[in-house]
């Protein structure tokens, strides 16, 4: 099983709809996780963290299942503007062997159209 | 913008080459971090930097290395290029509270990336 592992898409939707993304990964250590937005041929760049109680900002809402071991995002009234891939990050946790350094997904790709 | 700037931004190597490139770390960050990122694929971490040493690494050969400097910024070199090392490396800096290299607590601040150097090898 990949440490982290999300479907890569693309996912195509109109400007407006709500999307989400969803994310699992292997290590049950890990204890941070953070959604990452990358564009084309730019560093990734933090979107938001993820907490157990679930946290939310502005469209943005991040969801952690430890139990399922098991992340997502949703993305509400989608705009143009968050075309883009979304990566999931972990952290790599004690027991694993990338201790203390974030393991990202290949990135879910979000193209909103209009 | 994060802070964190890392230079080349583009560098064009032949096979066999060597290359350092170089990031300077967010104001009152201590740690460094480098990732590879190839094309249509997700960054890969290459190794950690924390108070001068290295503080862990991942599944790179021994011809990556790095350095990290008194004030935190950092480089990373790779020797003897191989034509798969063409991709963006990113550097991303970060705050560690631990008392020490290797006494790691698993959680970290998060990390803020630079840039990235594209290096192409031909």
């Known amino acids: 099983r990949k440490e982290v592992e999300q479907d890569p898409g693309p996912f195509n939707v109109p400007e407006g709809a709500t999307v989400a993304f969803n994310c699992t990964y292997s290590n049950s250590a890990s204890q941070s996780f953070f959604w990452y937005r990358q564009d084309c041929r730019k560093e990734p760049k933090l979107l938001m963290s993820v907490y157990s109680s679930g946290n939310e900002d502005g469209r943005f809402t991040a969801q952690l299942n430890r139990a399922s071991q098991y992340i997502s995002l949703l993305i509400r009234d989608s705009k143009l503007s968050d075309s883009a891939t979304y990566l999931c990050?972990?952290?790599?946790?004690?027991?694993?062997?990338?201790?203390?350094?974030?393991?990202f997904g290949k990135g879910t790709k979000l193209s909103v159209k209009p | 913008e994060t802070g964190v700037t890392q230079s080349p931004t583009h560098l064009i190597k032949t096979r066999g080459q060597q290359v350092t490139l170089r990031c300077s770390s967010q104001?009152?960050?201590?740690?460094v971090s480098w990732y590879q990122q190839a094309l249509g694929q997700g960054p890969q971490f290459i190794f950690q930097y924390y108070r001068e040493e290295e503080n862990g690494r991942g599944n790179f050969p021994p011809r990556f290395s790095g350095l990290q400097f008194p004030n935190y910024s950092s480089e990373l070199n790779v020797n003897a290029l191989e034509l798969d090392d063409s991709a963006l490396y990113l550097c991303?800096?970060?705050?560690?509270?631990?008392?020490?290299?290797?006494?790691?607590?698993?959680?970290?601040?998060?990390?803020?990336f630079g840039p990235g150097t594209r290096l192409l090898v031909l």
């Open positions: 104001s009152g960050h201590n740690t």
């Open positions: 991303a800096s970060s705050f560690n509270s631990s008392i020490g290299p290797g006494d790691c607590t698993g959680v970290f601040e998060t990390q803020y």
């Open positions: 990050v972990v952290n790599g946790g004690k027991n694993g062997g990338s201790q203390g350094n974030l393991i």
